[in-house]
């Protein structure tokens, strides 16, 4: 029995969410908390299993009691959130500071039904994954990781896909991607109102230029776009030049976006010029169109067990038979630097990257 905590400030919310969730007979609701006080005093009795949390909420803001949570007693943490954009920037800070994933509530991109079941689903899975005591960096004290820069990356794409963790993975390979990277392209599994902020977030101290991406935005080195939430993101290729476009669509694999849908897109597009990357999240998203990335000739990469939140969409791609190499989270960019290099010989320099200040 999966023992949860529900931390919102609504009445609604927390009878809606406590009849949903307790129909799933995997699922027992141990308490509902309308403050961080509250939940305070039934984490420290009851010793919840997995927690959902708002953040915005009186007395205490749900980001700073995350702190608490992770640094006094971590237990995996599902955000709820309205989305709205001052949530969504909250949101990312969560992510940043221990959160395992972030849903919306109801009535914004999900109904009470959706909602309800990916919530269910989530909490199976996160009430599985280890967490371990989080210290919060002082501030001024954020490291940016200098890597290798690359003098040659025509015609050359690196795609990710990422869902549960992925934030904070993408946010590690940001840090150390150099300024003249060959053109990324992100799809990471989120709300509509949130990969705007978290494009902004990524750009804020990346050597790359980063955006939520936009129909007809050119993928070029230095540049990674991210795709918007609710939208499916594909490339394609005009001559010798890439380009996406942003399209809505069915839900592929339960998301939109889909990382199938852009891994096959870079298959059909790029080719051999790809590398493809997998990083943490629940389900098997990505691993179709990653085989079908190496089947076109690109060289492909999944973040290894002992890294991810949520072993789960590497784990698929790897038995589905798409990824050539299996790493751990901090080696992924000095992979994908040595795998150009290979393919360029000896026209790639390297040469030391100066780094864009880290920001907040």
Same mark, same amino acid.
Request: proline share 7%.
């Given at each position: ?126 009430? /599985?994954?280890? !967490?371990?005591? @989080? &210290?919060? $960096? ?7 990781? *200098? ?93 010798? /030049?890439?380009? !996406?476009?942003? @399209? &809505?669509? $069915? ?7 889909? *990382? ?101």
């Amino acid at each position: 029995m999966i023992r949860v905590l529900i931390v919102d400030d609504s009445a609604v919310v927390r009878s809606v969410f406590s009849q949903e969730l307790a129909k799933d007979p995997e699922i027992q609701i141990i308490g509902t908390a309308p403050n961080p006080y509250v939940a305070r005093d039934i984490m420290v009795k009851e010793h919840p299993d997995v927690i959902t949390l708002d953040l915005e909420m009186p007395r205490m803001d749900g980001v700073t009691f995350l702190q608490k949570i992770m640094h006094f007693l971590p237990t995996p943490v599902i955000v709820v959130s309205s989305l709205t954009s001052k949530g969504s920037q909250l949101a990312l800070d969560a992510l940043a500071c221990g959160a395992v994933d972030v849903m919306c509530k109801p009535g914004a991109a999900y109904t009470v039904g959706d909602m309800a079941t990916d919530l269910i689903d989530k909490i199976k899975m996160v009430s /599985r994954i280890p !967490v371990h005591k @989080k &210290d919060l $960096p002082k501030p001024g004290k954020s490291e940016i990781h *200098v890597a290798k820069a690359l003098s040659k990356t025509t015609n050359q794409i690196v795609a990710i896909g990422s869902s549960t963790g992925g934030t904070v993975a993408l946010d590690h390979l940001f840090h150390t991607f150099p300024a003249n990277f060959p053109g990324v392209i992100v799809t990471q599994h989120m709300p509509p109102g949130f990969t705007k902020s978290f494009a902004e977030r990524l750009d804020s101290f990346s050597a790359m230029s980063v955006k939520e991406a936009e129909t007809g935005d050119s993928v070029v080195p230095g540049v990674a776009l991210i795709a918007p939430g609710s939208k499916h993101l594909l490339l394609r290729r005009s001559g010798a /030049r890439y380009y !996406v476009d942003v @399209k &809505d669509g $069915p839900l592929v694999n339960r998301h939109k976006p889909s *990382v199938d849908v852009m891994f096959r897109s870079v298959s059909k597009a790029a080719g051999k010029n790809a590398i493809g990357i997998i990083l943490t999240g629940m389900g098997g998203d990505g691993a179709k169109g990653m085989l079908e990335m190496k089947n076109e000739g690109a060289t492909n990469i999944a973040q290894d067990e002992s890294t991810c939140v949520v072993f789960g969409m590497p784990k698929v791609a790897i038995e589905t038979g798409g990824v050539d190499h299996i790493l751990p989270l901090d080696k992924i960019t000095k992979k994908v630097i040595a795998i150009l290099e290979q393919r360029d010989g000896p026209s790639i320099v390297r040469t030391s990257m100066p780094s864009r200040p880290v920001s907040g």
